[in-house]
C-alpha cells in the first residue's frame, strides 16, 4: 500500500513538473522560464552563430596581405572580394543570431546577438547598418561587456569609414569604462590602427605595448611585435625596434616573419664593424639557402638599403639592379625596389633624369591602392618635368660651350661623341641580334620531335603519333594537336620559312604582303625563304645606296652624325639669344619647382639667384628678383633685400614690383585710380550712346587731364576714336583708327579698330552702300561703331564741330568788327550737374588754345578762380555771354569719392605743413589710443598731402559711425587734441578707399565737399 502510494506521488510530482515547464515555456516571468530561455538561446542559435563568426573572422586574418616594405595591417583588409568570398557565412551568421532576437526576446543574450549581427554586417562593409545596430546594444543593453564590445565595434566602423572624429569621440568614452582583458585587447588595438591611420604613429606604440600582453595566440603575438619593431624604426628607435625583433625570432615565429625579422634586424643594427660582419654573413646564408629562392628580390633590397644607411650609393644601386633582376612575381617588391634607386639618383646624386625614369618605373609597378601611390605618382609627374627643364640647362650649356671652341678643336670634339654613338649602335646591335638568336634557338629546339623512335617515312621525315588526335588517350604523346605547343611551335616555324610571316586571311598564297622578316625591306617584301640569305636582290643582286655609300666612304656615317650635330650649335648671335632664352626659362621653370612643388625652397631660391646672376635683363628677371626680395624679407636678411631691391629698381623701374617696393600700397592706389578712370570712361559711353557727343568729348579731355596715366588709357583713345568716326569726315576718321591701333598694339581692342579699317575699306572699293559719316540724317549702314541707341545725327553750325574738345583744332578767323548782341545765337544751355564744359563761342579767350575747351575750375581747390568770375573779353571787345552751365559744369569734383559707410574708415588729422603744433602728436596719440582704445589696436600714420599739409591718420575703425565716435572723443580733455584749440587744424572721417583716392590726387578740396556733403 505505503508502495503503491510512493509510485502515485512520484507520478504526480513528474505531472507538476511538466506543467511548470510547460508555463515557463509560454511566460518569462518567472525564474524557470528566464532560466530556460537563457539556456536555449545561448547553447543553440547563439553558439552556433559566434563559432561561425569566428571561422570568418580566422579566415580573414589569415587572408590579409603582408607588405613588409611598410606597416603591416592590424585587422583585414575589407573589400568586395573579401566581402564575395565570404558573404555567404556572414548570411548565415546573421540568420543564426537572429533566431534569439525573434523567438527568446526576454534572455540574458539577445544583446550579444545584437553584436553578432553587427560584426557580420560590418564585415560585409554594411558599416551604415553595422553602425545602427550597435549603437541599438550601446543604448538598450544592460550588460556592460555587451556595452562595451558595442562601442569597440562601433569605433571600428568609424575608422573604416573614415569619420575620424567620430572614432576619437567614442574612444575618449570608452577611457571612462573598465572592461573584460579581451575587449581590452581589442581597444588597444582599434586605437593603434586609427593612429595609424591618421598618420600619428608615434601615438600608436603606446596602444600596441599595451595590447601585446593580452594577445593570446603566439603567431598574431609576433605579427603584432613586429608592426611595434616598424614603428619604433620609423620614430628612429632602433633599440627598441631590435629588442621587439630579437623577441619574435626567440619564439620561433612562422617562416615568412623570422624571415623578414632576419632582414629587418640589418636595418636597425649598430653599423660597427662587428655587426657589419656579421650581417654579411647573415644575407651570404640567406641568399644560399635554396627556400628563399624566390625571396632573392627582397634579400638584395634590403642589403642595398643598409649600404644606403652606410652612404655607399654605387654598391647600393649595384645591389638594386641585381634585386630587379632577380624579381620573379614580387612585382611589389619591384616597385619599391625602383622606389629607392630613383631617391639615390635624385636626393644624392642629383642625376634628375634617371631619378626621373626610376620613378616613373615605380609608378608603373606599384599598386594603384597603395598608401604612398598618390604621393609617389605626384613626384613622378613632377620629376619628368624637372628633367625636361633640367636637360634644356645642360644641353643648351653644352652646345654654347662647344660654339666657344676653335674649329680644330670643334671638329675634334664633334668626331668623340660621333665614334662613342656609333659604337653604341653597333653594341645595341649586337645586343638584338644576340637575343633574336637565343630567341630562335629555342624555338628550334621547341620544334624538334619529342620522340626518340626511328622514323617510318620517306625523306627521314618523324612520323606522325597516331594518339596526337586522340583526347582519350592516356600515354604523353596522347595531347591534342592544337594543345601540345611543341607540334605548334614546329608548324609554326615550317610555314614562316616556305611563305613568310603572313596574315591569317583569304587567299593568303596569293595575297601580296609585307613579311615582317628583316630582309623583306630589302627585297621587296619577298620572304627570305626565296632570296636566301646572303646578298641576294630580287631586283637582280644590286647593293642600296646606304650600302654603296659606306662602301666608297667609310667615314661617311661618322661625317653625317658630326653635319647633324653642328646645325644645333648656336654660332650666330640670334641663335646664342634664342638658346639664353632658353635656359632662362628653364632655370625659372625648375626655380619654381623646386619652391612650389618639391617643397625645396631654399634649392628654389638658389636657382633664382643663378638665373638673376647669369640674365640680369632676362625676361623672367623681373619676378625672380621679387621673389628673392621677399624671401630674404622674410628672414630678414636686410643686405640681400636691399640687394635686389635696388637691382630690380635699378634694372627694370617701371615695372611693377618696382613700383610695389617704392610704394606697398601700389596696388590700393592704382585700383583707386583705375575706379576713379572706369566711372569718367562709363559716363562718357552713356554720353556718346545718347548721342550727346558734346559732352562725351568734354568728359574724356577731362579725363585725360586730370588723369593722364592709367591702365584704361586704351579705352579712352578708342571713345575718342569713336567720336571722331560720328562727327569727323570718313579720312579723318580712319586714320584716328589707324594711329589707335598703332598706339596701343597690345590693347584687346585692336581686332575691332582694325575691322573698322578693313570696312572703310570695303567702302572704298564699293562693296559698302549708305553714308559713313555725315551731318545729314543717314540711310541703313552696316557701319555703326559701338552701342548707338539712334542713329539719326546732329545737326552742327560749320563753326561748332564737336571735334574741337578732341584735339583736332577748327581755325576760326577773328572778326574785322565786333559782331552785334543780336546777331550772336545762343548757345544751348548744359543742364545743371553736366559732366560736361561749358560751351564756348566762336571767339576764344586769348589765353586759350584754339579749338580747346575751357578748363572747369576745381570748387574749393586752393587757388582755383572764383565761378562768378566773369570770362575774358575776346578780341574787340565785346563781352563772352555767360550762362547757367558755365557755372554749374565746374561743380563736379576732380576726384570719383566713393560713398561707403559700412567700410573700414580712418579719422584724419590735417595740419599745415610744419605746423608747431603737431610735434610729438604721433607719439601722444599713441599712447592715448593705447590707454583708451588698446582692443582695436589702432595705428597711426603720418604721410604728406601735397607740400602744404601734414596728415595724421588713425586708422582702421569698422564703419562710419565708430570713427565718428572716436573723432568726436578725439575733442574731449583727455585727448591730446585738447591742449591744441586754435591751431588751425581739421577732423576729417575718411574710408580706406577713398583715403588712397585723396593721397594719390591730393584732392582735399573735393573731399572737403564730399565730406560735407555725406557726413554732416
Known amino acids: 500500500m505505503t508502495h503503491h502510494l510512493l509510485i502515485h506521488r512520484w507520478a504526480a510530482l513528474l505531472v507538476f513538473l511538466l506543467g511548470l515547464g510547460a508555463a515557463g515555456c509560454a511566460s518569462d516571468k518567472n525564474l524557470v522560464s528566464h532560466a530556460f530561455n537563457n539556456v536555449a538561446a545561448r547553447d543553440n542559435a547563439y553558439f552556433l552563430a559566434r563559432e561561425k563568426l569566428h571561422a570568418t573572422e580566422d579566415k580573414l586574418y589569415a587572408g590579409r596581405v603582408n607588405d613588409y616594405n611598410q606597416t603591416l595591417p592590424l585587422f583585414p583588409t575589407l573589400d568586395s572580394g573579401t566581402v564575395r568570398a565570404s558573404r555567404a557565412e556572414l548570411n548565415d551568421i546573421i540568420k543564426k543570431a537572429s533566431m534569439p532576437i525573434q523567438h527568446r526576446p526576454g534572455s540574458d543574450w539577445t544583446d550579444d546577438a545584437y553584436v553578432l549581427v553587427g560584426w557580420a554586417r560590418f564585415y560585409q562593409m554594411q558599416f551604415d547598418d553595422a553602425a545602427l545596430t550597435f549603437k541599438y546594444v550601446n543604448s538598450t543593453s544592460k550588460d556592460a561587456n ?42 588597444f588595438l582599434t586605437r593603434a590602427d586609427y593612429y595609424i591611420r591618421i598618420d600619428e604613429p608615434a601615438k600608436a606604440i603606446p596602444q600596441l605595448e599595451k595590447a601585446i600582453p593580452l594577445i593570446e595566440f603566439k603567431n598574431e603575438r609576433s605579427r603584432t611585435r613586429y608592426i611595434l619593431a616598424q614603428l619604433y624604426q620609423d620614430a628612429g628607435d632602433n633599440k627598441k625596434a631590435y629588442d621587439q625583433l630579437d623577441q619574435i625570432l626567440a619564439r620561433n615565429p612562422p617562416y615568412e616573419l623570422d624571415f623578414q625579422s632576419k632582414l629587418m634586424m640589418a636595418q636597425v643594427s649598430d653599423l660597427s664593424t662587428q655587426d657589419r660582419a656579421r650581417l ?77 625614369a626610376y620613378y616613373d618605373s615605380t609608378v608603373q609597378n606599384l599598386a594603384k591602392d597603395a598608401r ?134 583569304d587567299n593568303w598564297r596569293t595575297s601580296r604582303q609585307a613579311s615582317s622578316s628583316p630582309n623583306a625591306q630589302a627585297n621587296g617584301g ?82 633664382y639667384d643663378k638665373q638673376v646672376t647669369r640674365y640680369v635683363r632676362g625676361e623672367h628677371a623681373p619676378d625672380a628678383y621679387y621673389l628673392l626680395y621677399l624671401y630674404n624679407k622674410d628672414k630678414p636678411d636686410a643686405a640681400k633685400m636691399a640687394q635686389y631691391a635696388a637691382a630690380l629698381q635699378r634694372e627694370f623701374p617701371t615695372s611693377i614690383y618696382a613700383k610695389l617696393i617704392a610704394d606697398p600700397l601700389y596696388r590700393e592706389h592704382e585700383q583707386a585710380l583705375h575706379n576713379a578712370v572706369a566711372s569718367r570712361v562709363d559716363s562718357a559711353f552713356l554720353y556718346y ?14 579725363t585725360e587731364k ?49 575691322a573698322m579699317v578693313d570696312t ?44 574741337k574738345a578732341l584735339g583736332a583744332p577748327v581755325p576760326v578767323p577773328a572778326p574785322a568788327t565786333p559782331a552785334p548782341k543780336a546777331a550772336t545765337k545762343p548757345e544751348a544751355v548744359v543742364p545743371s550737374g553736366s559732366a560736361g564744359p561749358a560751351p564756348t563761342t566762336k571767339t576764344a579767350p586769348p589765353s586759350a588754345a584754339p579749338g580747346a575747351p575751357a578748363p572747369a575750375p576745381v570748387v574749393g581747390a586752393p587757388g582755383a578762380a572764383s565761378a562768378t568770375t566773369p570770362a575774358p573779353s575776346p578780341v574787340g571787345g565785346s563781352p563772352t555771354p555767360t550762362t547757367a552751365g558755365a557755372s554749374t559744369a565746374s561743380s563736379a569734383p576732380a576726384t570719383a569719392y566713393v560713398t561707403q559707410l559700412s567700410g573700414a574708415h580712418a579719422v584724419v588729422l590735417v595740419f599745415p605743413k610744419s605746423s608747431p603744433a603737431a610735434t610729438d602728436l604721433a607719439t601722444q596719440l599713441g599712447t592715448y589710443n593705447n ?66 583716392l585723396l593721397q594719390s590726387s591730393g584732392d582735399l578740396a573735393g573731399y572737403l565737399s564730399f565730406y560735407q556733403r555725406v557726413y554732416k
Not at 578708342?718 to 589707324?738: G, M
Open 689 to 702: 550712346k545718347n548721342q550727346e557727343f558734346r559732352k562725351a568729348s568734354a568728359v574724356l579731355a577731362r
Open 526 to 607: 619577298v620572304p627570305v625563304a626565296i632570296t636566301g640569305n646572303g646578298q641576294t636582290r630580287v631586283n637582280g643582286g644590286r647593293p642600296d645606296s646606304a650600302a654603296t655609300a659606306a662602301a666608297a666612304n667609310p667615314d661617311a656615317e661618322k661625317n653625317a652624325l658630326v653635319a647633324q650635330y653642328r646645325k644645333d650649335i648656336p654660332f650666330t648671335p640670334a641663335q646664342l639669344q634664342a638658346s639664353d632664352k632658353q635656359v632662362e626659362a628653364a632655370l625659372y621653370e625648375l626655380a619654381g619647382i623646386y619652391k612650389e612643388q618639391l617643397k625645396e625652397r631654399e634649392k628654389g631660391f638658389d636657382t
Open 280 to 356: 654579411d654573413k647573415n644575407f651570404a646564408g640567406l641568399l644560399k639557402d635554396l627556400k628563399n629562392k624566390d625571396y632573392r628580390d627582397k634579400i638584395y633590397y634590403e642589403m642595398a638599403r643598409l649600404n644606403y644607411r652606410e652612404k655607399n650609393y654605387p654598391e647600393a644601386l649595384k645591389l638594386l639592379r641585381q634585386s630587379i633582376k632577380a624579381t620573379t612575381t614580387n612585382r611589389l617588391q619591384k616597385s619599391y625596389t625602383y622606389l629607392l634607386a630613383g631617391r639615390i639618383y635624385y636626393e644624392n646624386l642629383q642625376k634628375y633624369r634617371l631619378a626621373a
Open 931 to 996: 590707454r583708451f582704445f588698446r582692443a582695436n589696436n589702432l595705428q597711426i600714420e603720418t604721410p604728406t598731402l601735397g607740400t602744404d599739409q601734414d596728415l595724421f591718420v588713425v586708422r582702421a575703425l569698422p564703419g562710419a559711425k565708430v570713427a565718428q565716435s572716436y573723432a568726436t572723443k578725439l575733442r574731449g580733455p583727455q585727448s591730446p587734441l585738447a591742449r591744441l584749440r586754435g591751431a588751425g587744424y581739421q577732423t576729417l572721417v575718411i574710408s580706406l578707399e577713398n583715403l588712397a
Open 706 to 754: 586730370l588723369y593722364p596715366k592709367s591702365d584704361l588709357n586704351d579705352r579712352v583713345a578708342y571713345l575718342k576714336t569713336l567720336l571722331v568716326i560720328r562727327t569727323q569726315p570718313p579720312l579723318t576718321a580712319r586714320s584716328s583708327i589707324e594711329k589707335f591701333y598703332q598706339d596701343y598694339p597690345n590693347s584687346p581692342l585692336v581686332l575691332k579698330a582694325q
Open 146 to 187: 555587451a556595452q562595451h564590445e558595442a562601442l569597440i565595434g562601433l569605433m571600428r566602423t568609424f575608422v573604416a569609414k573614415g569619420e575620424f572624429e567620430n572614432a576619437k569621440a567614442v574612444s575618449d568614452l570608452l577611457d571612462k569604462e573598465t572592461g573584460l582583458p579581451q575587449d581590452a585587447r581589442q581597444l
Open 760 to 803: 572703310y575699306k570695303k567702302q572704298e572699293t564699293g562693296q559698302i552702300t549708305g553714308a559713313l559719316a555725315s551731318t545729314e540724317k543717314p540711310v541703313v549702314s552696316i557701319f555703326r561703331p559701338g552701342e548707338v541707341d539712334n542713329r539719326l545725327r546732329i545737326f552742327y553750325r560749320e563753326d561748332e564741330s564737336p571735334a
Open 372 to 505: 604612398n601611390y598618390i604621393a609617389i605618382k605626384e613626384r613622378s609627374d613632377i620629376l619628368k618635368d624637372f628633367a625636361k627643364q633640367y636637360t634644356i640647362i645642360e644641353t643648351q650649356d653644352s652646345l654654347q660651350a662647344l660654339a666657344k671652341l676653335s674649329k680644330d678643336a670643334l671638329d675634334q670634339q664633334l668626331g668623340v661623341y660621333a665614334e662613342a654613338e656609333i659604337v653604341a649602335k653597333k653594341k645595341e646591335a649586337a645586343r638584338l641580334a644576340a637575343q633574336q638568336k637565343t630567341q630562335a634557338q629555342a624555338a628550334e629546339f621547341a620544334a624538334r620531335p619529342q620522340s626518340s623512335a626511328p622514323s617510318s617515312l620517306l625523306g627521314g621525315a618523324s612520323a606522325v603519333d597516331p594518339l596526337s588526335f586522340d583526347p582519350t588517350a592516356t600515354a604523353s604523346a596522347g595531347v591534342w594537336y592544337f594543345d601540345n605547343p611543341a607540334t605548334l611551335g614546329t608548324a609554326r616555324a615550317d610555314f614562316i620559312r616556305k611563305f613568310g610571316d603572313r596574315q591569317l586571311q
